[in-house]
């Protein structure tokens, strides 16, 4: 069990089994947000503990795919939790160690000039593009 909440506890949150995978998002808005780096979790996996009726939804402008949500209190950003089969949520809200690496880097093209990469994952103007394995 991976345990999650916001700033505060007022939001808490539990995964019943590890994240699929870690990404880290370079756009000004995830930036902005102090949500860069976040993990898919299967919705089936996720269920709220408290707070749930207190998220906040910021709307997403096109080229970006998903709100944001939010602590109205502490101002923790969440991520998207709830959002469908799979969703990503901030990976800064996990209590627990998830036990994954960065597999990603998107939108290096909104990268600020003193941001640096330091991994070795493949890393995508956009959003990442899918191959055939």
Same mark, same amino acid.
């Given at each position: 069990?991976?345990?999650?909440? #916001?700033c505060?506890?007022?939001?808490?949150?539990? +995964?019943? !089994? =590890?994240?699929?995978?870690?990404?880290?998002?370079?756009?000004?808005?995830?930036?902005?947000?102090?949500?860069?780096?976040?993990?898919?979790v299967?919705?089936d996996?996720?269920?709220w503990?408290?707070g749930?009726?207190m998220?906040?939804r910021?709307?997403?402008?096109?080229?970006?795919?998903?709100?944001? #949500?939010?602590c109205?209190?502490?101002?923790?950003? +969440?991520? !998207? =939790?709830?959002a469908?089969?799979?969703?990503?949520?901030?990976a800064n809200?996990?209590?627990?160690?998830?036990q994954?690496?960065?597999r990603?880097?998107?939108?290096?093209?909104?990268?600020?000039?003193?941001?640096?990469?330091?991994?070795?994952?493949?890393?995508?103007?956009?959003?990442?593009?899918k191959?055939?394995?």
């Open positions: 069990m991976i345990k999650g909440s #916001c505060c506890g007022a939001i808490s949150f539990e +995964l019943s !089994e =590890p994240p699929s995978m870690m990404g880290v998002c370079h756009c000004t808005r995830c930036r902005k947000v102090g949500a860069s780096t976040f993990v898919f299967r919705g996996s996720f269920r503990i408290s749930q009726d998220v906040q910021y709307k997403a402008i096109p080229p970006y795919k998903y709100d944001r #949500c939010f109205p209190l502490c101002g923790t950003a +969440l991520g !998207e =939790p709830g469908g089969d799979s969703f990503p949520i901030n809200c996990l209590d627990d160690d998830p994954i690496q960065v990603f880097h998107e939108f290096v093209a909104e990268m600020p000039s003193w941001e640096r990469i330091s991994d070795e994952a493949p890393q995508f103007a956009g959003h990442p593009v191959t055939s394995t």
